[in-house]
């Protein structure tokens, strides 16, 4: 089993930012990737960004690439999106998610994790 836990969101006014973490723990040598998700009250999920567990490869939705950054820190177990420029449409809960399997380039879908952390809300005011 992989646990992940989210932090870092908040409110912050547009064009500010933020940066989420999310911890691992467990059988983390299991993990294949990871990925960050976002869900907007009354929309569905959206992939946001997503990283193999080991490599350099970082993937991104169109629409926010430039804006958002994964990461991760092998040694802390942990992965983060860091995220500029916000506006209000980036308001949603935001999702870590762990891979067990190869997904090859399937990172933006949700149904190949395997484990979901619990979410931080991030909330962008006008």
């Known amino acids: 089993q992989v646990q992940l836990v989210e932090s870092g969101g908040g409110l912050v006014q547009a064009g500010g930012s933020l940066r989420l973490s999310c911890a691992t723990s467990?059988?983390?040598?299991?993990?294949?990737?990871m990925g960050w998700f976002r869900q907007a009250p009354g929309k569905e999920r959206e992939f946001v960004a997503a990283?193999?567990?080991?490599?350099?490869?970082?993937y991104y939705a169109d629409s926010m690439k430039g804006q958002f950054t994964i990461s991760r820190d092998n040694a802390k177990n942990t992965l983060y999106l860091q995220m500029n420029s916000l506006k209000p449409e980036d308001t949603a809960v935001y999702y870590c998610?762990?891979?067990?399997?190869?997904?090859?380039?399937?990172?933006?879908?949700?149904?190949?994790?395997?484990?979901w952390g619990q979410g931080t809300q991030v909330t962008v005011s006008s």
């Open positions: 998610a762990a891979a067990r399997r190869p997904i090859y380039t399937n990172y933006f879908r949700g149904d190949l994790y395997d484990y």
């Open positions: 467990g059988r983390t040598f299991s993990i294949y990737a």
């Open positions: 990283i193999p567990w080991s490599g350099s490869s970082t």
